[in-house]
Nanobody
């Protein structure tokens, strides 16, 4: 069983930065595809970024590419989402997700991911 615990959210002004952390317990982070999703009020959970278990390739939603960076630290068993140049539309609850069986075409759909963190609020004021 994998457990995910997120931290690092908060309130920031537009143009600022935040770093989210997702601590993984129960299994090594290297054995899992890891991702971040965002859910705004009244909306579905949208893909933000992912990092593959094999090779560490990264993938981003178009709206965050060039501003956000996903990374992992195997020694700390933690995945990060560095968010720069934040915009008000980045506001939402950010969820960390993990899965060990996905194919590339399944990464961007939240329904395909097995394990989820509790969510962490990010609010960007304009």
């Amino acid at each position: 069983q994998v457990q995910l615990v997120e931290s690092g959210g908060g309130l920031v002004q537009a143009g600022g930065s935040l770093r989210l952390s997702c601590a993984v317990s129960g299994r090594s982070v290297r054995n899992y595809d890891m991702a971040w999703f965002r859910q705004a009020p009244g909306q579905e959970r949208d893909f933000v970024a992912a990092i593959r278990r094999n090779g560490g390739n990264t993938y981003y939603a178009d709206r965050v590419r060039g501003r956000f960076t996903i990374s992992r630290d195997s020694d700390k068993n933690t995945v990060y989402l560095q968010m720069n140049m934040l915009k008000s539309e980045d506001t939402g609850v950010y969820y960390c997700a993990a899965d060990s069986t996905l194919i590339l075409s399944s990464l961007r759909n939240s329904v395909n991911w097995e394990y989820w963190g509790q969510g962490n609020q990010v609010t960007v004021s304009s």
